[in-house]
């Protein structure tokens, strides 16, 4: 090191003494960005010519929020062996004005005590938007486990559990025309030992639209690979056009590649542990 300073004096003293030096008359700026976090100048004073001043300033950082750590939902045990035979879908009668408007909360099935017109399993949390036919008297859609709904106005209700393909954190999305909110862990999806949801619960996500526009709402969840956990979404159209998209994005994947096909990964409320 020594040697170094030594003979770079050397060097320099080598040039000076060569050169004619000058005072110099004016200075350029040169901003080198770092990794400090304080601004730092230099002045190089050269033999001839203008002086170059170096500030080293730190890296623009944006600011952000401090983000909250995401919640940790509580999973429940499943009865061994039981199979991925997807989730429990159920239709409910939504009147036209009701779930999905603001007039009703996602709790009403529940507390009026309502029997499902049709009921079946499914692996996919989807359909697509449709739009309002010429004729809409009678008017009917498709939507998953091959129940077909009464187009205009209509609840279905998706629950079973979501077994973490590995661990990390989660991201529950989702859009409707008009409604879907999402329940999720236990007690807040259901129960463990019932399977029944409480009625005096918030859900985790709320995602409204209509008129075309379903906006994404989401929420990020920390899961353990190999739980299993309770999932609750509620979906409603309380007139018209209708459209629903629930999605879980794994850790370490992009945001496009998340799923609403959950073939393999999803249990039925049959498979709760029953003690
Ligand atoms: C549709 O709305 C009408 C009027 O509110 C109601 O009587 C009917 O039960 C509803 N049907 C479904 C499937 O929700
Ligand atoms: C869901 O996927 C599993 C695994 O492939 C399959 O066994 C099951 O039949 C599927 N359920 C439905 C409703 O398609
Ligand atoms: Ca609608």
């Not at 989702?174 to 999402?182: G, L, P, R, T």
């Amino acid at each position: 090191m020594t040697s170094i300073i030594r003979s770079a004096l050397f060097v320099g003293s080598l040039f000076v003494y060569g050169a004619t030096c000058q005072r110099p008359t004016s200075t350029t700026t040169t901003t080198i960005p770092w990794t400090g976090t304080s601004v730092t100048s230099t002045t190089i004073t050269p033999c001839t010519g203008p002086a170059t001043v170096v500030i080293e300033t730190p890296f623009p950082t944006t600011t952000c929020p401090p983000a909250p750590p995401p919640i940790r939902p509580a999973p429940c045990e499943v009865e061994i062996g039981c199979g991925a035979s997807g989730l429990n879908i159920d239709y409910y009668q939504n009147p036209v004005g009701g779930y999905g408007s603001g007039n009703l909360p996602p709790s009403y099935y529940i507390t009026e005590g309502l029997s499902p017109l049709d009921s079946s399993l499914t692996n996919v949390t989807f359909f697509p938007q449709d739009t309002t036919p010429e004729d809409p008297v009678g008017w009917t859609r498709e939507t998953n486990g091959g129940i077909t709904v009464n187009a205009n106005n209509f609840t279905l209700v998706y629950s079973g559990f979501y077994r973490a393909p590995s661990t990390g954190v989660f991201t529950l999305c989702s859009s409707a025309d008009n409604e879907n909110d999402i329940f999720f862990g236990r007690g807040n999806a259901f129960g463990c030992d019932t399977g029944e949801p409480s009625p005096n619960v918030e859900p985790l996500v709320v995602s409204r639209g209509g008129n075309f526009v379903n906006p994404i709402i989401c929420t990020d969840v920390f899961l353990v690979q190999g739980r299993y956990y309770p999932v609750r979404n509620v979906m409603g159209n309380f007139g018209g056009p209708s459209a629903f998209d629930f999605t879980i994005w794994e850790p370490e994947i992009p945001f496009e590649d998340r799923t609403n096909d959950f073939t393999g990964d999803v249990y039925p409320l049959s498979c709760r542990w029953l003690f």
